[in-house]
Each structure stands twice: as C-alpha cells, then as structure tokens.
C-alpha cells in the first residue's frame, strides 16, 4: 500500500493535484500511526495505585453489605480486582461468611459489581466433593468429586456433571470458578490432593482430558475456569495451607504435563500457583515467590501468556516463612498477576490498603520494576474486556 502511494505522488509531483495528494498522504498515515500507538499506551487517568489494586483479589464477611462495609470502600478508594467469596469462615470456626442461598448469594454479587465501574472477577471454589462452597445444604446441586469423575472416566458423563457445576456457578453471580484441580495424585496420602478426592487420577492424560472438557464447559457457560495448582501439588505430605509443603524429592515432570496440554489445546485465561517447595527450582522461595517456576518455567518454557494468580497469600506456607511485605514483593517480581489475601486464615479488614501501600512503596524505590504492574494490569484488563 506504501509502495503506491509513493508512486502516486511521483506521477502527480507536477500536477496542480499534487499538494492535495500530499495531504491526504500524510494525513492518511497520521491516523495509521495514532492508532497503532493508541494499542500500546496505557490509560493515562489510571494512576499506579488504580493498577495496583487490580492485582488484588480478596475476601470478606456479609451476606450481604452496604455502603459502610470495607470491602465497598476498597472497591472505590482502591479499584480492587475481585473478590472471592466463601460459606464457612475459618477464623471464627461457624458456617457464617457469604453464602447461604441461590437468591442470597446472586444479590450480593450483583450488588458488589454495581459498586466499580470496571467488572470485578467474583470468584469461588466449586470443584465438587469436598471443596464445593455452593453446597447442595444451600440449595445449590450436589456435585461429585473429581476423583469421581476420574473413575468413570466416560467424557460425555464429565461434560454433563461439569455442565450443571458451571452453570450454578454463572447464576449465583460468579465470573470465575477456582478448579479444574490438575494436580496428578502421585501421592494418594497427600491430605489436601489424594485424600480429599480432589484429582481426577495419577495418569496424566486423564487428567489433560478430564480438565479441557471442564475448562471448555465453563466456559461454553461464561464461566473463566482456573487451573490449579501450578506446577503441581500431588505429590506432598502435607498442607500447604499450615506450612511449607516441600516436593524436591517426590515432584515429576510428568506433572506438567496437563499444563503443557491445557495452553496447547485449549483457551487458558488463568492459572493458579502453588506455594510448594521445589529445590531444584529455587533453593530459597516457595513456586508462588520464585521467577524461576512463574516466569521461566510456566511463561517463557510452556507459552503460558494469561493472567497468573497466587494461591491464598495468607497461607501458612508464606505467612510462617515471610513478612507481608517480602511475600508481596517476591510474588509480584515472580511474575504473578493477582494476589488473592482470602482473609479466610485471618481476617485483616485493612489487608488491601497494606498491599497497595507496599507494592507502591516497591515501585517508587526500584524494588518491584513499574513495568510489572503495568504488564499484570494489562493482562487483567485485556481479559475482563474479552471474558466479562
């Protein structure tokens, strides 16, 4: 196209329409260029704190809340990502936290996205069995495991048990369901894998399989599907929920297997890390906190390019290791893109304005690199302008 313009201009360079011709040229180009810059160049009213807070996913208390509430403050004030919601609140040991009902819950979600002007992720964690939040006791359907799934392992029974998981999860108001689980069961005893039913099988096709059906359900159903726990949790013998859970000895490449799969064939939007020790990886960081593991292994090696969200930051796998402030410095420069604070291991009414304050402290002195957050914001929001 360049290539005849040019020769237009040298046939009419004698002709009284040549500086007619040689408007349009320019101003033709002028456009050409302004767009193309206008696909690169941030939104110049979103401040660093605006950016920042959309890498924040975090939990709260209510039913249902009103303009007094501090999540509805943190939505405004600090332009927070999401939201995640819970039926069983850890710290004060009662089945009183966000969900109670169909009804219930869809209100209180619709009234939390009516809050920003950009859509919140509304998540929650409905893989089926033990870890289902919409539980069949609030009115939601009774969903089997996936370790139930694995062993009738028939794709038309997957697609249809997947189907009605995604579909009560679109209609009580979520936008994101935390699971498929991909973690092989390597370790039947692992108490928060194999014992709790949680994988589809030890076989890692089965588990490929299994997870794309329940990723392309979701969404077929409007629903961003997570994968988790990057780069694979099967194998431990203990909880990272309470410490550490080191797998130098017991992980195996063939756990990235489904991963390698799931961002071959199918739309991944997430993935969700796994605060699990690998010495090989990193000698000194947890996967959540290691570049090695976030960027080099799951971006630069397997092609991963969606959004990258941390496992619960409060759990005892960071917070018996790490200060706050070092936990969300290394995840951030690890390459994570949403830091979830669940405030369902503590409850820190406080907790966003700290990480804000923190990350932005780390910007301004050098420590975390500006142009991290603007990568992470850029991934959230080409997303929430795709999915949401």
């Not at 936008?175 to 039913?197: C, E, Q, R, S």
């Not at 794309?212 to 694979?232: D, L, S, T």
């Amino acid at each position: 196209m360049i290539y005849s313009y040019i020769m237009l201009l040298q046939t009419t360079s004698k002709s009284p329409l040549f500086p007619i011709v040689m408007n349009l040229f320019l101003a033709f180009f002028a456009l050409i260029s302004l767009n193309s810059c206008n696909q690169n160049v941030d939104e110049p009213q979103i401040s660093i704190e605006q950016k920042i807070g959309q890498m924040i996913m975090v939990g709260f208390r209510g039913m249902s809340i009103d303009d007094k509430h501090w999540i509805v403050r943190d939505i405004k004030d600090y332009n927070i990502g999401g939201v995640i919601l819970f039926d069983y609140d850890v710290p004060n040991r009662e089945p009183v936290r966000n969900i109670e009902s169909p009804e219930q819950v869809r209100l209180l979600n619709n009234t939390l996205q009516k809050i920003t002007e950009k859509p919140l992720f509304v998540a929650v964690d409905q893989e089926g069995g033990r870890v289902n939040r919409l539980k069949a006791r609030y009115g939601f359907p009774d969903m089997p495991s996936h370790e139930y799934i694995g062993n009738i392992n028939h794709p038309d029974s997957t697609r249809n048990i997947v189907n009605v998981i995604a579909n009560a999860v679109l209609h009580a108001g979520f936008n994101i369901n935390f699971a498929p689980v991909v973690d092989l069961n390597t370790n039947p005893n692992n108490p928060i894998i194999g014992k709790m039913g949680r994988s589809f099988s030890d076989d890692y096709n089965m588990v490929s399989k299994h997870s794309c059906i329940f990723i392309e359900q979701h969404r077929n159903n409007g629903v961003i599907a997570v994968p988790k726990h990057f780069p694979g949790h099967g194998s431990t013998w203990n909880d990272s929920h309470y410490g550490m859970a080191d797998v130098t000895e017991t992980w195996d490449e063939e756990e990235l297997i489904p991963y390698r799969y799931l961002i071959d064939n199918v739309s991944v939007d997430m993935i969700m890390s796994a605060h699990i020790m690998n010495r090989n990886w990193n000698a000194d960081h947890p996967a959540t906190l290691s570049y090695e593991v976030m960027t080099t292994l799951l971006r630069d090696e397997l092609g991963f390019e969606g959004v990258l969200v941390s496992d619960d930051m409060q759990m005892g796998a960071i917070t018996e290791y790490y200060g706050l402030e070092q936990a969300v410095t290394l995840a951030v420069n690890a390459g994570i893109d949403v830091l979830i604070f669940a405030n369902n291991s503590v409850y820190d009414s406080e907790i966003v304005g700290k990480v804000v304050d923190i990350i932005k402290i780390g910007v301004e002195e050098g420590i975390i690199p500006e142009e991290r957050i603007r990568e992470s914001y850029n991934r959230i929001m080409k997303l929430k302008n795709e999915r949401l």
